[in-house]
């Protein structure tokens, strides 16, 4: 309790996060967060840096069904043009992309009229565990809900243990492939899109000095 207090004390108040272990709840940690990290829409100058967050077989394979043994500048390429939106997170002072996803409804056939998939989800290896998986997430959702989407779906492989926790403690609500003809090899995760969003906005908004280019709409 005592080092969850000093932690939340460097964050507040020095303005840097010290790295925590994962017995700490992420949900107040990635609220402390929220000061430090920023998001903004995916420029092609940010392939190379998300490119580095991809660089193995396995991690590829858990984002996208594209083979191969890592992230490519073209297949990054295809992923962003194809999507409705590409967003990056990064640090206050670091323009480097730290973590990357899409917006999509070009990934899978038959989504409804309202909702949108969140894909190509990614974390750097050197930034996980740091709330920066849930930032990413409310962001997506927050413009998702900009671009007048009302539901939002993800898919996750089976065996992905990471994205399964995170989707839960995001309280995604686990839904049957069949219920909307999915593709039934993933395990489906929905969130409504409610004015919820913009009070995680507007807490951001309070929480960082926001500049042109953190703007969406
Ligand atoms: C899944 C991933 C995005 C998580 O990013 P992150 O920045 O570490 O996530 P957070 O720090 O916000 O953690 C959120 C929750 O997930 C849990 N989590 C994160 N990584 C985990 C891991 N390797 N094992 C178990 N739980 C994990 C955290 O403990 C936390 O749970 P809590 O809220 O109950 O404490 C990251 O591991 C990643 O990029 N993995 C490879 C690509 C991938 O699998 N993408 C998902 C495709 S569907």
Known sequence: METAIARRFMSAVVGFRLPYPPVFTCR??????????????????????????????????????????SLTPDILHRWSSDARAAIVVHLVHDQTAAGFCTLSRQEVAGLPDAAIE??????????????LGSFLFYSARALAWHLGYRSLLGRIVPSNLPALTLATSLSGQEIAANEMSLPSSFRWFRWSLTSDCLRWEFYHATCAERSQGDRFV
Do not use: K
């Open 118 to 131: 969140i894909c190509h989800f990614v974390v750097s290896p050197a930034w996980q565990f740091r709330g």
């Open 28 to 69: 107040r940690l990635a609220a402390c967060t929220m000061r430090n990290y920023r998001y903004r829409r995916f420029d092609p100058s940010d392939a190379p840096s998300v490119c580095g967050c991809v660089r193995s077989r396995e991690r590829l394979q858990r984002i996208s069904g594209d083979c191969g043994d």
